[in-house]
């Protein structure tokens, strides 16, 4: 194996942050912000919306208290996607460093929290069987990786910036360039699924699933602005991306349209 990309450091050696949590009480939730599930411009939200009213289910004991994730439960090449499946080389594309926090409602970070991430190759194909894009496979990324925030709510990870790819919605519909997230609780059935899009691609506006956000601050939140002061000079960018899990300011999460 011969990988050339030198070893993942974590961006807060550029610029240390002080930790201030808020102090706050009951934060109602804004339902406004939501889409709605059914969107006629969003052609899978046609036959995926309900028809009926929602329930809500309560979760099991067991679903809440367990498993529980450690460090000792991660690689330590799980938060480096430029080496963690390379075989011969590095990946090609613009590598880039995601950084954030996971927060609660008041800004305090949310520690040991499972990230999980993944995404499209700098051609915007998919490690996947089904996708048929013309883009072709990169042999040297997998396109997904995990991380666990530290005491301070901080996760990070290295890749490429993915690529857009066009999608079978209406002619000429294309995704913007976005990696998907998902947080984890205290168990597996805790878990919230989002998307992060980055600072400044002219695709944002005309995404045909990004366009039900009827409120422009909520969709504001899962663009990742530039980072410059944590980019690695001569290597990497850096995008930061904070994941709020309840609240006014709360992350959408699209396995929680209706709020979380």
Request: aromatic residues 12%; contains cysteine.
């Amino acid at each position: 194996m011969n990988v050339q990309a030198p070893a993942l450091q974590d961006p807060r050696l550029n610029r240390p942050e002080p930790f201030t949590p808020r102090d706050g009480g009951f934060f109602q939730r804004d339902r406004s912000i939501h889409p709605p599930a059914y969107a006629p411009g969003y052609k899978s939200s046609v036959l995926r919306s309900p028809r009926q009213s929602l329930l809500s289910i309560e979760n099991s004991v067991s679903e809440i208290t367990g498993p529980v994730f450690g460090h000792n439960d991660l690689g330590p090449l799980d938060n480096d996607l430029i080496r963690n499946y390379a075989k011969d080389g590095d990946p090609v594309g613009e590598r880039v460093i995601v950084h954030g926090r996971v927060l609660d409602e008041t800004g305090r970070g949310v520690p040991n929290t499972l990230v999980e991430f993944w995404q499209a190759n700098a051609g915007g194909r998919y490690r996947h069987k089904k996708d048929t894009y013309l883009a072709p496979i990169d042999p040297n990324f997998g396109g997904c990786g995990r991380a666990l925030t530290d005491d301070t709510g901080y996760y990070y990870f290295r890749t490429v910036k993915p690529g857009p790819y066009p999608w079978r919605n209406f002619v000429n519909s294309w995704r913007p360039a976005h990696i998907h997230f998902s947080v984890f609780g205290s168990g597996f059935a805790q878990r919230l699924i989002t998307q992060m899009y980055f600072e400044g691609d002219p695709l944002i506006p005309i995404c045909p699933i990004l366009t039900t956000i009827p409120d422009k601050d909520a969709l504001d939140r899962l663009v990742a602005p530039l980072d410059l002061n944590a980019s690695t000079p001569f290597d990497s960018l850096a995008y930061r991306f904070d994941i709020v899990l309840r609240g006014q300011r709360s992350t959408y999460f699209e396995n929680r349209p209706e709020g979380n």
